[in-house]
């Protein structure tokens, strides 16, 4: 079975560029999750869908920050315009359950994309 | 404010030696408990859950709901432990919407 993949694995772009990145999750997976770690920082939450809705966008740090889940598939989370602070590890993970809120749901996490803003 | 702590940065033992991660929290309400862990070069697995009250790989970790503390254990720690290891509770009724500790580096010398 293919795990969560996430693409590019590494991206280096300048102040004011626009990245995309990609999570395609487990095949079958409704539930689907952004998290980044800043460096130095803890992990954080920053948004959850539920097949192509958000169930909770609370982590999103800012309006430069867009994800989308057309079709309830993959997702992409688009920075426009990038600063110096987006800098870090974005992961996505996804989870099966069709209630998300029964307990202990394990989550599948993807390899990472390394994002440099320079 | 709910937050989770991990007091330790770094963890540096010797095989064979005991080996304890540390980790507090501060929520509301039963939250449930996880470790995850991230070897090198690999992804960011789950390692155990309170809720199933199991050992994997010889770790186990017990839920103090008095010290607020979900600390993880292993008597006889071996090289392949070596790992960043992450604490991370989920509030009831939040979803998979896990919060995560700092982290702790574990480094298990031969």
């Known amino acids: 079975e293919a795990g969560v993949t996430q693409f590019p694995s590494h991206s280096v772009i300048e102040k004011g560029q626009t990245v995309t990145l990609r999570c395609d999750p487990i095949?079958?997976?409704?539930?689907l999750y952004w998290y980044r770690r800043v460096m130095g920082k803890e992990i954080k939450f920053l948004l959850h869908?539920?097949?192509?809705?958000?169930?909770?966008e609370s982590g999103m740090p800012n309006n430069r920050f867009l994800a989308e889940r057309t079709g309830g598939t993959y997702s992409t989370l688009k920075v426009q315009p990038a600063e110096l602070e987006d800098s870090g590890v974005y992961f996505c993970?996804?989870?099966?359950?069709?209630?998300?809120?029964?307990?202990?749901?394990?989550?599948?996490f993807g390899s990472g994309t390394q994002l440099s803003v320079l | 404010a709910q937050r989770v702590t991990q007091p330790e940065k770094l963890l540096s033992v010797f095989k064979g030696a005991p080996v304890e991660l540390k980790c507090n929290y501060s929520?509301?309400?039963?939250?449930?408990l996880f470790w995850y862990v991230q070897y090198s070069r690999q992804r960011l697995q789950l390692l155990l859950r309170?809720?199933s009250r199991e050992s994997i790989k010889g770790f186990t970790a017990d839920l103090n709901k008095g010290e607020t503390s979900f600390h993880l254990k292993k008597p006889f720690a071996q090289e392949e432990d070596s790992a960043m290891y992450y604490c991370?509770?989920?509030?009831?009724?939040?979803?998979?919407?896990?919060?995560f500790g700092g982290g702790t580096r574990v480094l298990v010398k031969p």
């Open positions: 929520y509301s309400g039963s939250p449930e």
């Open positions: 991370a509770p989920r509030p009831a009724a939040a979803g998979n919407k896990l919060t």
């Open positions: 095949s079958g997976h409704d539930n």
């Open positions: 869908f539920v097949k192509e809705s958000k169930q909770d």
């Open positions: 993970a996804s989870s099966q359950g069709r209630q998300h809120t029964l307990p202990a749901e394990k989550l599948f």
């Open positions: 309170h809720i």
